[in-house]
C-alpha cells in the first residue's frame, strides 16, 4: 500500500488514467476493495504449523518480495511510463501482475475461494489496465 502512495506523487510523466477502459477500472476498484476486505477478514490465512501446503505462503511472500523489488527499481529509475509497465525478473507488466499472482496464491494457501474470486476480478481489471496503458504507450513509440 505504502508504495502505492508515494506513487501518487511519483507518477510517471505523461501518465494519463483519462482514457481508461471503465469496465476494467470498475473490475479493478471493486477489486482491490475485496480483496483487501477479503485479506482481512477470513482467519484462513492467518499463519499456521509448518506443512507441504505453507509453501504456497511462501510462494506468494516471494513474489510480494518481488513486487516490493520492483517498486525499488522504478523510484530509482527516471520514472518513465516504460518503467511503469516494465517486466521484472522476468514476470510483465509486474507492477499489476505480481501483487495479483501473490494474492491469488495467498487464497490458495488459505483455501479461502472468496479470495480467489476477488483476486481474479482485481486482476482482470488492474492488469487489464496496465496492458491498455502498455499498448497505447508502445503505439506511441514511448517503449
Not at 521484472?88 to 505480481?98: E, R
Not at 501483487?99 to 481489471?125: C, E, N, Q, R, S
Amino acid at each position: 500500500m505504502i508504495p502505492n502512495l508515494i506513487w501518487t506523487k511519483y507518477q510517471p510523466e505523461g501518465y494519463d488514467s483519462q482514457s481508461e477502459n471503465k469496465v476494467l477500472l470498475i473490475l479493478e476498484r471493486a477489486g482491490q476493495v475485496l480483496v483487501t476486505c477479503g485479506a482481512l477478514i477470513f482467519s484462513d490465512l492467518n499463519l499456521r504449523k509448518w506443512s507441504p501446503w505453507s509453501l504456497w505462503l511462501a510462494a506468494a511472500a516471494i513474489l510480494m518480495a518481488l513486487y516490493e523489488g520492483w517498486w525499488i527499481r522504478y523510484f530509482r529509475s527516471q520514472r518513465t511510463l516504460a518503467d511503469f509497465y516494465s517486466s521484472f525478473c522476468g514476470v510483465p507488466v509486474a507492477g499489476a501482475s505480481l501483487p495479483v499472482a501473490a494474492f491469488f496464491l495467498l487464497g490458495v494457501y488459505g483455501k479461502v475461494v472468496w479470495l480467489l474470486a476477488f483476486t481474479v476480478i482485481l486482476g482482470i481489471g488492474h492488469i487489464g489496465i496496465h496492458l491498455q496503458h502498455r499498448r497505447e504507450m508502445d503505439g506511441n513509440g514511448n517503449g
